[in-house]
């Protein structure tokens, strides 16, 4: 650390003791003198912090870089203290801790605004900005990272400007901007530094991703170089790791490698170096990623004997975001090796470290970040796999349907950037015993569905069907749904889902008789409306009230009362520069204003501002959106638009908190009756649920695509009529609207009714 951070101790040390002695808690020569003259300085607490850092126990650096800032404070060095809240936000980061880690960074920016150019100023105002990225907030991230970059380039701060380059980089990068990605990790790459690795790994990566695999090769050498002349740190274990991990890659594409380094030979020289400096956690590692190397290879007793020793490091030092990976390559080699009951253990233990898990999935630790649909999700699908084995065992169904719902959790915890529910199962007996719960599995060879009736054993039903024969099946529908389709293509695609979701439950579920179905949707069946399946005589939603639920842990079991519903209504109807006009939702909201006392801001009274103080002054249990909107697998691109903006999933969320919090009331239902799933985005309607939970509504009546104008006014009419009548559901609401659509002669086509679906609470 730099003399700016050190204490001026003769000073300091003295106006202490001299505080103490005035204040007659000090005896010259008693123990008290002794015990404070035994403090350690802050510049030996920050060199303790980093040490520790260095080793990966990055709770105890946490600890005593906030004992340093205490210190700092005291003596009045703010420097020292800008300086080690610095260091705390890294800290929290790699303790996968990024809300802290920003709240850390926030308080300090606000501190510092007024301070001069420094490059401590562009480091506070880089981390930020990386900080935001992490936690998904993409936009701000940019904009603060440009202010570091400026700073850093103003002060000629290389270090700095590298630093910017490389995080401007993944910004571009989490937004699929490929070409300027790619310039900056090329910028960051081309200077010396000690972030020069991480640029040029980027860039390899991104080479490698666009099927550039020449380019990429031709870095090799240089990266190679680059990792040689590097002393053992823990950036260094790590970069040998990342760059073994590509090499093993290109070697599974069947891609030939000039590289001179053996990947085995840089695992065993981070192994070493962990070793050297003391650093556990890497060095669990390092031996896991060694044995998924003798995994691929096909020496499973070796990496049976290297991922069990990894576990056992990663459980000394606790550190589940690696714990639950090498538990589960165990499950795999154990499963390979024909282990069925010891496998499903292992992956049991992995699948339970991702539940007791309280942070962001897209991310644990920096150094080993990696995507939830390749790290996490395939560790609930692969568990379900061998559950669901033929004549499985009521344990095993029971313990399948817990693995679902689990993962309907971890990806609405995923979209969040944040684990924000907390939530118990429950059994389908205690919500609603009228109710069938359907669990649809989109497994690699099959598809799987199991079916939870009340007070009956759990069933399940298996179809052979490739991932990709049902994901083109689901495409195939979706196109078909399009009002110009022919009859008898609609009808064609709508059977053949029939016929792999219902038809081998369809005598179970005729003997038990439930009213309402409740589906918990795996992948892009969410985007399907469920409703329009077809059995060859009539849709699902002329047999069955229909409800979509993002996990039944999820479900509030309260009966709907329609007495005292007061609505806030807000829409757009003349167009505006991002939106065409919606005429009919003028007709839309004068048919609510009949039916129910309501606030109405219409077009121009449709504002953020607008919304903000009705949530604040009035109570509402029903908000109505009729506008425009979507939803996306990405919280960022989830919003409804509003006359002079639009409102992101954290916007609604805080709106309507804050109108339940003000009022003392929950939202019943949350009407979002012009909103669509995002084209192309085969997990668009997550955004959906995670609207509807996010919001805190008990249920969210929204729809799959764009609507015709007269149509949803219709179906809007014919919804509230029903919902206000006595002992009425919300499910049954919507059933009762969209049968009417079905009998009308305008509207029959599945076009126009078939996109209303309701999510959370049914009843």
């Known amino acids: ?48 912090g980093q040490a520790e850092f260095e080793r990966g126990n990055f709770q105890v650096a946490l600890e005593r870089w906030q004992q340093a800032e205490t210190q700092y404070r005291q003596g009045g060095n703010e420097t020292g203290v800008w300086g080690m809240r610095l260091n705390q936000a890294k800290a929290w980061q790699n303790l996968g801790l990024y809300r802290r880690a920003q709240a850390v960074l926030a308080g300090t920016l606000i501190d510092f605004q007024a301070q001069p150019a420094s490059e401590l100023k562009a480091r506070i105002w880089l981390e930020y900005g990386n900080v935001l990225r992490l936690t998904g907030v993409v936009s701000e991230s940019e904009k603060y990272l440009q202010e570091g970059l400026t700073i850093a380039r103003q002060l000629q701060y290389t270090e700095g400007i590298q630093a910017a380059q490389l995080y401007l980089g993944t910004v571009w990068l989490a937004q699929k901007n490929y070409p300027v990605a790619l310039q900056f990790f090329q910028q960051a790459a081309a200077q010396p530094g000690a972030l020069q690795f991480a640029a040029q790994l980027q860039y390899f990566k991104i080479l490698q991703f666009l099927d550039r695999t020449p380019e990429a090769l031709a870095l090799l050498p240089q990266l190679e170089t680059t990792l040689t002349t590097r002393p053992p740190s823990t950036r260094t274990i790590y970069a040998h790791i990342e760059l073994a991990a590509l090499l093993q890659r290109c070697c599974q594409q069947g891609t030939a490698s000039s590289s001179s380094l053996p990947t085995a030979q840089l695992l065993a020289t981070a192994i070493q170096h962990s070793q050297a400096i003391g650093n556990l956690r890497a060095e669990s590692y390092a031996i896991g990623q060694l044995g998924s190397l003798y995994q691929q290879t096909g020496q499973l007793s070796a990496a049976n004997r290297l991922t069990q020793k990894a576990i056992r490091l990663a459980q000394q030092v606790n550190v589940p975001e690696i714990l639950y990976r090498w538990q589960w390559q165990l499950g795999q080699i154990l499963a390979a090796q024909g282990e069925t009951t010891a496998a499903i253990t292992a992956y049991t233990k992995a699948e339970q470290v991702l539940r007791s898990l309280r942070q962001d999935l897209t991310g644990l630790d920096p150094n080993i970040q990696f995507s939830f649909r390749d790290q996490v999700e395939p560790v609930y699908r692969e568990l379900v796999d061998l559950l669901l084995q033929p004549n499985a065992s009521q344990a095993n169904l029971r313990q399948a349907r817990q693995v679902v719902e689990s993962l309907q959790l971890a990806e609405l915890n995923n979209f969040f950037r944040e684990a924000c529910l907390d939530t118990e199962a429950r059994p389908i007996d205690d919500v609603d015993s009228t109710a069938a719960v359907i669990y649809p599995v989109i497994l690699n060879d099959r598809l799987e569905v199991i079916l939870s009736l009340p007070g009956q054993p759990l069933r399940h039903y298996s179809t052979a069907l490739g991932r990709e024969v049902v994901e083109a099946g689901i495409q195939r529908m979706r196109t078909a749904l399009r009002r110009t389709a022919f009859s008898q293509e609609r009808l064609t695609v709508m059977g053949q889902l029939y016929d792999w979701l219902i038809r081998p439950l369809a005598a179970d579920l005729a003997q038990s008789g439930p009213q309402t179905l409740v589906f918990v949707l795996d992948g892009p069946l969410r985007n399907l409306p469920m409703a329009a399946l077809h059995d060859g005589d009539r849709y699902l939603i002329e047999q069955y009230q229909i409800a979509i639920t993002p996990s039944l842990q999820l479900a509030n079991p309260r009966k709907f009362s329609s007495q005292n519903l007061r609505a806030l209504v807000a829409g757009l109807s003349e167009g505006t520069a991002e939106a065409i006009p919606l005429p009919g939702v003028q007709r839309e909201v004068k048919l609510i204003q009949q039916k129910i006392p309501a606030r109405v801001l219409l077009d121009q009274e449709f504002t953020t501002q607008a919304i903000n103080a009705e949530t604040t002054t009035s109570p509402f249990s029903l908000v109505h959106f009729a506008t425009h909107g979507q939803f996306s697998s990405e919280p960022e691109k989830t919003f409804i638009k509003t006359w002079d903006g639009r409102l992101t999933i954290n916007d609604l969320q805080r709106l309507l908190k804050q109108l339940s919090t003000e009022n003392k009331s929950i939202i019943e239902l949350l009407v979002l009756s012009a909103c669509q799933t995002a084209e192309g985005d085969s997990r668009a309607a997550l955004g959906m649920a995670g609207l509807a939970i996010r919001a805190g509504a008990r249920s969210t009546l929204a729809t799959l695509w764009a609507v015709n104008d007269a149509s949803t006014a219709q179906f809007i009419a014919e919804f509230y009529y029903h919902l206000l009548q006595p002992q009425a559901s919300k499910a049954q609401a919507v059933r009762s609207a969209q049968l009417a659509l079905i009998r009308s002669k305008e509207f029959n086509n599945p076009f126009y009714w078939a996109p209303f679906v309701l999510v959370g609470n049914w009843m």
């Open 1 to 48: 650390m730099s003399d700016r951070f050190r204490w001026n101790w003769p000073r300091q040390w003295g106006r202490f003791l001299l505080c103490l002695l005035l204040g007659g808690l000090l005896t010259v020569g008693g123990p008290h003198l002794r015990a404070i003259a035994q403090l350690p300085s802050p510049t030996w607490l920050n060199a303790q």
